[in-house]
C-alpha cells in the first residue's frame, strides 16, 4: 500500500508527486470542500455559536474520491499551504 498525500491543487499534486515516487498518491482537493451554508445562520447559538459546516455544492464527486483513496492507504498527509486557508482546507477534509 501507499500513503496518500492530498494538496489543494492539481498542478501541486503533479509537481509533488514526482518528488515523492512510487509510496506516494498525491491527489488534490481543489480546493475548499466546506463552507458554512449560504441560506440560514451557519453557527449555532444554543451551543457557543459553533459553526455547522456543510459540503460545498459541486465538490460531491471530489470528496467522494477523497474517501475512497484514503481508505485504500495506509497514511494520509494533508500537505495544503501553510496559511490559514490551507490550514481550513485540512480541517475540513480531516
Do not use: N
Not at 460531491?60 to 483513496?69: A, H
Amino acid at each position: 500500500m501507499s500513503d496518500l498525500v492530498i494538496v489543494e491543487s492539481p498542478a501541486k499534486a503533479k509537481t509533488i508527486q514526482k518528488y515523492l515516487g512510487p509510496g506516494y498518491e498525491v491527489i488534490a482537493s481543489m480546493g475548499h470542500v466546506r463552507d458554512l451554508p449560504k441560506s440560514k445562520m451557519g453557527v449555532d447559538k444554543e451551543h457557543d455559536f459553533a459553526p455547522q459546516y456543510t459540503d460545498m455544492k459541486g465538490k460531491e464527486d471530489v470528496i467522494k474520491e477523497l474517501k475512497k483513496r484514503a481508505k485504500k492507504c495506509d497514511k494520509v498527509y494533508l500537505a495544503t499551504d501553510p496559511d490559514r486557508e490551507g490550514e481550513a482546507i485540512s480541517w475540513h477534509i480531516a
